[in-house]
Structure formats: C-alpha cells, structure tokens
C-alpha cells in the first residue's frame, strides 16, 4: 500500500475497530482508552498513515493549503537562515507561508518534521537534506504527488527537482587564488566526508592542486564538522603536520572562521601569518576581521530559485524534476592575505 493513500477506513479494518475510533484518536479524544489508541497508532505507522491535518481543517471549505515545507540540517549555520529569507521572500509574496524546521543531520528527526508538515497538508516541500539521506526517503512524498525542491546537497536517484552550488568549481577557484599569490602548502578543512558535496568540494581542491603542479599531500586534507568549532579543531591538527601548511580552503564559512579562532589561539594572524579562504559568502563574511576572503554562493538567491522552482510546479499542479546547478564566484577580501606563500611560511617559522 502507498504511504499517503491510505485512508481511515484502512486503518479501522486493520486495527479492528470502527471508523469512528480512529477518527476519535486522530483528533487526540480523551474519549478513546489507551490500549485502543495504542492498538490503533501501532497500525498506523505499519501502513504508514499520514494524517493531513491541512486538508482537515480546510475539507468544509474547500480552500487549498497555501503552507510552504522547509526543513535544514543545520539552522545554526547562517548559511541556511540567509537560504531561508530568499524563500521566504518569493513564497510570502506569492501569498504562501513558510513553515522552517531543523533536523541537526538526523534523519529520524528529518523524517518527524515531514511527516508533521504533511499532516498540515504542506503544499510542498524545500530540504536541505540530513545526512545519509537516500532517494527511498523521498519516495513517499513522490508517490503523494507533493513537489519537492532539494537545495545545497543532492539526492542521488530522488526523482525531485534540486539547486546546487557548483562546489568543485568554488573550491578549484580559491586554490588556484592562493597558488597565484605564492602559497605551496594548502590545506583542504572541514567538512563530513560522508556528503556528496563534501566529494566535489574535495575533487575541485585535488584538481587545482594538479592544475597549480602543487605537491599532493593527502595529510593536508582534514574532515570536521561544518562549523565553527570544527573548524578550530581541523586548524589545531593542520598545524601539528610536521611541514606545515601556509593558507587553507575551507568546507565553508563556519569553517573558516573558526579556523581564524584556531589560529589566533596560536598567536597567528589570519591573513598575515596563514591565508584563509571560505565558501558561502554569508553576511557576516564581509564584516568580519580581516573580512573573509570566500566563495560566494548567495545563499538568499539560492532559496529564492529554490522557492521560484517549487511554486512552478505547484502552479503547474505536476512534479517535473528539475536540475538547477547555481554558478560561484571567488570575492577576495583581506583573510588571504597579499604576500607570498614563501614569505608567510618563513614568519611562521
């Protein structure tokens, strides 16, 4: 049976009860005892039930469910709060509203906010996807006929539409930046390397190191967490390689600025005694010191496309997949630095 298509009556025949019942437990009645309710919840989540609390509501009406799914993996990365201005901004004006969730990269908690979205008869969806999330995740929510717009991370074999950065690109950009400046040892940071953006963001950094006829040392490569203290985490170790590295590309952003706090924790100077570069371009990149030197995304226009991309379809009334693959560009700023790799590392020494 399909998730999405089973209907009350299903529910009532399986758990041995009366429509009624289960309508009763729905609403959340006191009127039902608790080993029934029990009973009747245990075979709603075998058959895989979704309750549109939406649809509900708006059933005497007839009107139709102007709410707007958005769900992250990572709220406390400004990244993902400037993405969900850009949507907010296409969808409210559309007359829509959004409804924002985080996940913290758990799909258990992924797969609750959704189905919680559903149950309010989401119109569609916009997921930043956890990690490990695979294409059968998806699948109900394709089988219901609810569009769905993945951003920043793609689903392999998801028949939903998506909008990605070109990651390999920003990453080749801000290595070959840093070669032209004189850097030889450059450090790749942070990021989990269980991620597909993690691997492209990778392979731009291996590709310039070719490109540049930089010396590949896989022991400047270091995952961490995508954020600010994984990032300070992923300096400390890359300053206790024996030949150190002079400048580094970061995962994003987070990254980079905690590797400015790893560094001052060293008594270096981000942009005098070690060059850093980021990725994402978010807001408080420019403003901070020395301004971040980064690769720029414009997370609010990647959530707007996103938000444009899902009300096509939802206007079409029909899920077509869409690939949309955003261009990147390299904004330099003072985090890198102006001198010479060679003369960088010679302070350092």
Do not use: W
Request: proline share 3%; hydrophobic share 45%.
């Amino acid at each position: 049976m399909t998730k999405g298509r089973v209907t009350v009556v299903d529910i009532a025949k399986a758990a041995g009860v009366s429509k009624s019942t289960v309508s009763l437990v729905l609403q959340g009645s006191s009127l039902v005892n608790e080993a029934t309710r029990a009973k009747v919840n245990v075979v709603m989540r075998e058959l895989g039930y979704v309750y549109n609390r939406g649809a509900a509501n708006l059933r005497q009406s007839g009107s139709k469910s102007k709410i707007i799914g958005v769900v992250v993996n990572d709220l406390t990365n400004s990244f993902f709060a400037e993405l969900a201005v850009g949507v907010d901004m296409v969808v409210q004006s559309a007359g829509f509203v959004q409804f924002l969730s985080n996940t913290s990269e758990s799909l258990d908690r992924q797969q609750e906010v959704i189905a919680s979205m559903r149950e309010h008869g989401i119109s569609g969806l916009i997921l930043s996807p956890a990690r490990a999330t695979e294409a059968a995740d998806l699948k109900p929510l394709v089988a219901a006929g609810i569009p769905v717009v993945v951003a920043v991370r793609n689903v392999q074999g998801a028949k939903v539409s998506s909008i990605v950065s070109d990651n390999r690109e920003g990453i080749f950009a801000g290595v070959q930046h840093l070669a032209s400046i004189g850097h030889r040892r450059i450090a790749f940071l942070g990021g989990f390397g269980d991620t597909a953006v993690f691997d492209e963001r990778l392979d731009g950094y291996r590709a310039a190191i070719a490109a540049c006829h930089l010396e590949h040392d896989e022991s400047l490569i270091i995952p961490s967490a995508p954020s600010r203290a994984g990032g300070a985490q992923a300096i400390a170790r890359a300053l206790a390689i024996e030949v150190k590295p002079t400048a580094a590309v970061c995962f994003n952003d987070a990254v980079a600025f905690g590797v400015c706090d790893g560094l001052r924790a060293n008594r270096l100077e981000p942009g005098r005694d070690f060059a850093v570069v980021g990725f994402d371009d978010v807001i408080e990149a420019k403003t901070a010191v020395p301004a971040l030197t980064t690769i720029s995304v414009d997370p609010q226009g990647m959530g707007r496309r996103a938000a444009q991309l899902l009300l096509k379809q939802i206007n079409a009334g029909k899920v077509e997949a869409e690939a949309i693959v955003s261009s990147v560009r390299l904004v330099v700023r003072e985090s890198c630095g102006a001198g010479s790799g060679d003369a960088i590392g010679r302070r350092q020494a």
